[in-house]
């Protein structure tokens, strides 16, 4: 089986650049449209506030950058990737200040190497979260939106502060189809994950109508 998804994202890689090329347009309207259909007191100040003033203290508290949880939430993706491609852990290791590294068993693929620049891990566990304790018939307490907010908010600044030139990753996934994939796989994640805090699972089949929407449009002005 690992084998098999590696080979796929192999021949996917570069038809798959492409096609975040021509959505990069159609998923930024999407996405900006999303913003100004839900940016209401209620979810401002639930998941807005929350999300800024997680992207401020970054930038207050001392050590936050480079710390054991920013190390481990980067290298922790990097596991969550490799599992879903079936990729058995071999080893991980944090240094503070310095970075961290994670290997696994197996060939990998470029979802592996790039999945901490794009895939927001906790906001996603949240999101499952949400899902099984919908499952048991239990409503959601008070404070999730807030929570969802400030680990998005700490996800989108520690994401900026990573990509820079000496970032071994996207050496290694190739600096072109980085370049190419991760703008719009970004805005992808960012409209999921915002149109879920505003409005469930509906506000997420409504963005995603958008991005088709804008996408069938972008295609009929080429053609």
């Known amino acids: ?75 922790f993706t990097h596991m969550f990737a490799a599992l879903l491609t079936f990729h058995r852990p071999k080893s991980m290791s944090i240094e503070p200040d310095k970075g961290g590294s994670f290997g696994y068993y197996g060939e990998g693929n470029w979802f592996i190497t790039l999945a901490p620049y794009f895939v927001p ?39 900026v502060m990573q990509i820079h030139g000496e970032q071994t990753d996207f050496a290694k996934a190739g600096w072109i189809f980085s370049a190419l994939f991760l703008p719009t796989a970004n805005l992808l994640t960012f409209g999921f994950i915002w149109a879920f805090a ?10 995603w109508q958008l991005v088709l929407h804008q996408t069938e449009l972008a295609i009929n002005q080429i053609f």
């Open 121 to 159: 891990t906790f906001p996603i566990i949240m999101i499952i979260f949400s899902v099984i304790w919908h499952w048991v018939g239990e409503s959601l307490p008070d404070l999730y939106v807030p929570v969802l907010g400030m680990l998005f908010g700490y996800h989108l600044i520690s994401n």
């Open 198 to 207: 505003a409005r469930n699972w509906s506000g997420v089949g409504r963005w």
């Open 1 to 75: 089986m690992q084998s098999i998804i590696n080979i796929i994202f192999k021949y996917l890689k570069w038809p798959l650049a492409l096609l975040m090329i021509l959505m990069f347009l159609p998923v930024f309207r999407a996405d900006m449209t999303l913003i100004r259909a839900t940016l209401n007191q209620r979810f401002v100040m639930n998941f807005v506030i929350p999300m800024g003033g997680m992207i401020v203290l970054w930038f207050i508290i001392p050590g936050l950058n480079g710390s054991h949880f920013a190390i481990f939430e980067h290298e």
